[in-house]
T-cell receptor
Framework: AQSVTQLDSQVPVFEEAPVELRCNYS??????LFWYVQYPNQGLQLLLK??????LVESINGFEAEFNKSQTSFHLRKPSVHISDTAEYFC???????????FGAGTTVTVRA | NAGVTQTPKFRVLKTGQSMTLLCAQD?????MYWYRQDPGMGLRLIHY???????AKGEVPDGYNVSRLKKQNFLLGLESAAPSQTSVYFC????????????FGNGTRLTVT
């Protein structure tokens, strides 16, 4: 079974500053990795995913994540955040024969002007 | 295109009362899931279903029952509500492909007094 650790529960950041959210997973098999975002009072939405191929994946709103197999990490980054990026971010992992996704505890990003 | 719809959005119960949460999806997805979200604990899987007429237990199934009589609907029941079941409940669905992402509803906020 897979598990996910998000190393930061809260990340305050100023507008236009960079942000990095850390995610480590444990698995003995190949994995599929996901980042979801949850805006206040809403459900989770897929931000980006790594399935195979290029280890760097990007979202349409400027986020990117890099799959690092040797470090079993999938950190999320954005070079310049906006107020609208204030949300909770969840890292998730599943395996090749998994019905289920395992989620991390979440990281709350608060962007201040 | 409604996606995943959860009803009700809010509910207050007294200890010992029962209720059913309804999840409906219009994407013809095979797999459906019920999660609960509590502060600092991320999403925890309650029950899931890999097809019409099938259900399975997740991480925290005690005190809950589910049914999937129709492919598009997944019901979560609380037979005798307890204060520990105060939470936000999310339904999600996805295709039968192991690397497909989850699609979430907007949640049901349940308070048990």
């Amino acid at each position: 079974a897979q598990s996910v650790t998000q190393l930061d529960s809260q990340v305050p950041v100023f507008e236009e500053a960079p942000v990095e959210l850390r995610c480590n997973y444990s698995s003995s098999v190949s994995v599929y990795l996901f980042w979801y975002v949850q805006y206040p009072n809403q459900g989770l939405q897929l931000l980006l995913k790594y399935l195979s191929g290029s280890t760097l994946v990007e979202s349409i709103n400027g986020f990117e994540a890099e799959f690092n197999k040797s470090q079993t990490s999938f950190h999320l980054r954005k070079p310049s955040v906006h107020i609208s990026d204030t949300a909770e971010y969840f890292c998730a992992v599943s395996g090749p024969n998994d019905y289920k996704l395992s989620f991390g505890a979440g990281t709350t990003v608060t962007v201040r002007a | 295109n409604a996606g995943v719809t959860q009803t009700p959005k809010f509910r207050v119960l007294k200890t010992g009362q029962s209720m059913t949460l309804l999840c409906a999806q219009d994407m013809n997805h095979e797999y459906m899931y019920w999660y609960r979200q509590d502060p600092g604990m991320g999403l925890r899987l309650i029950h899931y279903s890999v097809g019409e007429g099938t259900t399975a237990k997740g991480e925290v199934p005690d005190g809950y029952n589910v049914s999937r009589l129709k492919k598009q609907n997944f019901l979560l029941g609380l037979e005798s509500a307890a204060p520990s079941q105060t939470s936000v409940y999310f339904c999600a669905s996805r295709t039968a492909s192991y690397n497909s992402p989850l699609h979430f509803g907007n949640g049901t906020r349940l308070t048990v007094t």
